[in-house]
């Protein structure tokens, strides 16, 4: 995703460079480069916080009190000030990470020369006083394996994106950090003394570290952490038992739910893109972003993911964001929100070193600020169900017609304009085919809701709206390449129009969308599966990775059409490009499958939930697009 403010067009210069710069991406698309980069560490969440845990034990980076807070502890982005969370022998270690099966708690081994322990991390939660514990309680659990290793606890937390340490104050049984909006406190069964002097201990039975932000731990610790542990293993198996998932890739499919699970900030439904910003989509680029907000685009999506695997109860808490957000917004609606709604996502670059060096650090997003036309259509898909989904009791509202009229007002008033696209150009707007698709698509939804709430006025409007949208699509069409453009006034392909295909726009066994996947994957197919957006010079210069969404299209659109073995062994070698616990990043390098970009990106695991339940589907029922 690009994002920044909208300038004047550059269409005809990008076009001149377009060629040059085909041949120089996939050039390095066929280099066999350095060592590939995977993104060391795995993520625990409840639904209140999340934390990313390196494998050597350190945790690199926890936002409290929400996602989109300050770090606690940052070191992802920078080592020096963003504070440290270890748990290490000394010397020489290897280090063995992995899931504990069907949830979100995390396991990482330390072998050393004195012994071997464990440590175990998890964000606890179950249900309690018919609701869900979730509190800002980061459990550690650290238990000797064998032999009798000696362990060092190093816990320096930061606040204000790590420009103040907090500073440690010492009781009996834990140590009170303060410094930030609210109390962090440690609490644990280690010497106290030895955490503060950051010396070695001796680990010749099972410990325990809580860390909590605002409300303490005051209970009995060994026994509330095993209960807590057990509670929560138990709510995650049964959370995964719930999951409708067919016979294919059931393993890849379970994780990315619970990937996708613990990035919805439960108390307002937000579904975040990514709990980190600024991890780079290709080093040295300056394509560094926070993905920490809640784009309208992804809606549609996501709520599509939670379908196909049957949970309903995530899908109810995202419609209400979006209703709520739909509802309030009388004008434009921006492309992203904050995880409450917030509106003022205002861009500012921090004075931080970078992920590996790679500068700069951003919090907020400007794309707020874009002309995005496509999230009408969006958020109209994404109201459908609450009108057609039996699930979902209908209660006829006085305000139906005029709640869908307005968003069919929006789409009639933006119709006729230029945008930034789904790509988020920041100095450039087109005439955008992927944006004339969900007007399309949006259209189609409001006829069928006009008639479920049986408005005769409202269902032609739709139709005649839809009808334009569709013609406009038709300015993108190519009829010499036989092939949907970016965008009606350019000469680029771009991988959104895959859409084209998913959506039914095209009948899947036409010769036209046949000729339109060929001509797309001609150009934009990169080796091992992967696929680029595309390929002409943007805000940024020319792209140097390859976008992981953008090939899990490509494997529904090859599922749809009927080239179904094809798809299968793209499918199976996009699975290869996750990292030691099967979690994947927003952008591939196709040069030697390195990982880039914010991580792990919810809309990567979206596309792949999504593409195995299009093969699942399409084997059982050959008639299935």
């Known amino acids: 995703m690009v994002r920044k403010k909208e300038n004047q067009d550059i269409k005809s210069s990008a076009r001149k460079a377009d060629h040059a710069g085909k041949e120089k991406v996939v050039k390095t698309a066929t280099v066999k480069s350095a060592k590939r980069h995977s993104y060391p560490f795995g993520i625990i969440g ?4 999340l934390a990313h845990i390196k494998t050597n034990t ?5 936002c409290m009190p929400r996602f989109d807070s300050s770090f606690i502890f940052g070191g992802l982005v920078d080592v020096e000030k963003g504070g440290e969370f270890s748990i290490l022998p000394e010397g020489k270690y290897t280090s063995t990470q992995y899931y504990k099966e069907n949830t979100n708690i995390l396991c990482t081994e330390i072998t050393c020369e004195e012994g071997r322990y464990k440590v175990t991390d998890f964000a606890p939660r179950f249900n309690l006083y018919d609701r869900y514990f979730k509190p800002l309680m980061l459990v550690r659990k650290i238990e000797p394996l064998e032999g009798t290793p000696q362990v060092k606890i190093i816990c320096k937390p930061v606040t204000e994106y790590g420009n103040r340490k907090l500073k440690a104050n010492p009781a009996s049984n834990h140590i009170d950090y303060f410094g930030a909006e609210a109390t962090v406190r440690l609490t644990t069964d280690f010497s106290i003394n030895h955490i503060l002097a950051e010396t070695f201990s001796v680990l010749n039975d099972t410990k325990y570290l809580v860390l909590t932000y605002g409300s303490p731990l005051e209970a009995p ?5 095993e209960d807590f542990l057990h509670k929560t293993q138990l709510y995650w198996g049964a959370w995964v038992k719930k999951t409708s998932i067919g016979n294919m890739y059931q393993k890849q499919v379970i994780r990315s739910a619970l990937v996708l699970k613990i990035h919805q900030y439960e108390d307002t439904g937000a579904i975040i893109a990514a709990s980190t910003t600024s991890l780079p989509e290709a080093p040295g680029t300056g394509r560094n972003w926070d993905y920490r907000f809640c784009w309208l685009r992804d809606a549609y999506y996501i709520l599509l993911a939670f379908n196909n695997i049957g949970h309903f109860e995530e899908m109810e808490r995202y419609f209400n964001y979006i209703a709520n957000i739909s509802v309030k917004e009388k004008g434009r609606f921006q492309p992203l929100y904050g995880i409450a709604g917030e509106k003022n996502l205002k861009e500012q670059i921090l004075g931080l070193s970078g992920y590996l060096g790679n500068v700069p650090v951003r919090i907020g997003n400007e794309a707020s600020t874009h002309i995005q036309n496509d999230i009408y259509g969006q958020v109209m898909l994404s109201l459908l169900p609450l ?3 039996e699930r979902f009791v209908l209660r006829e509202k006085s305000d139906s017609s005029a709640w869908i009229g307005s968003l069919l007002k929006k789409i009639e008033m933006v119709m006729d304009e230029p945008d930034a696209g789904l790509w988020e150009f920041r100095n450039f707007r087109n005439y955008h085919c992927y944006t004339y698709l969900f007007h399309w698509a949006g259209c189609q939804a409001a006829v069928k809701i006009a008639r479920r709430i049986q408005d005769r006025k409202l269902e032609s409007w739709a139709e005649k709206l839809k009808s334009k949208a569709a013609a406009k699509i038709e300015s993108c069409y190519d009829k010499k390449r036989k092939v949907y453009l970016q965008a009606s006034d350019s000469t680029y392909l771009d991988a959104s129009t895959l859409q084209l295909i998913m959506m039914h726009y095209l009948d899947p066994s ?7 996947l060929k001509a797309v994957e001609s150009k934009l197919a990169a080796p091992g599966g992967l696929f680029y957006r595309y390929l002409h010079k943007d805000d940024f210069g020319y792209p140097d990775t390859t976008f992981l969404i953008t090939a899990f299209w490509h494997v529904e659109a090859l599922t749809a059409v009927g080239r179904v073995d094809e798809a299968i062994s793209k499918f ?11 979690l994947f990043s927003e952008d591939v390098d196709a040069a030697n499958g390195s990982q880039w970009g914010n991580f792990p990106q919810a809309y990567s695991h979206v596309g792949l939930m999504n593409a195995a339940y299009r093969i699942a589907q399409k084997i059982n029922n050959p008639n299935f697009f």
């Open 510 to 516: 036409s010769k036209k969308a046949q000729d339109h």
């Open 46 to 49: 409840n639904c209140s916080y």
């Open 58 to 62: 350190n945790v690199c980076w926890l």
């Open 572 to 582: 199976e070698k996009l699975l290869t490009y996750g990292n030691h616990l099967g």
């Open 221 to 225: 610790l060994a026994s509330t952490v």
């Open 387 to 389: 009108y057609t989904d």
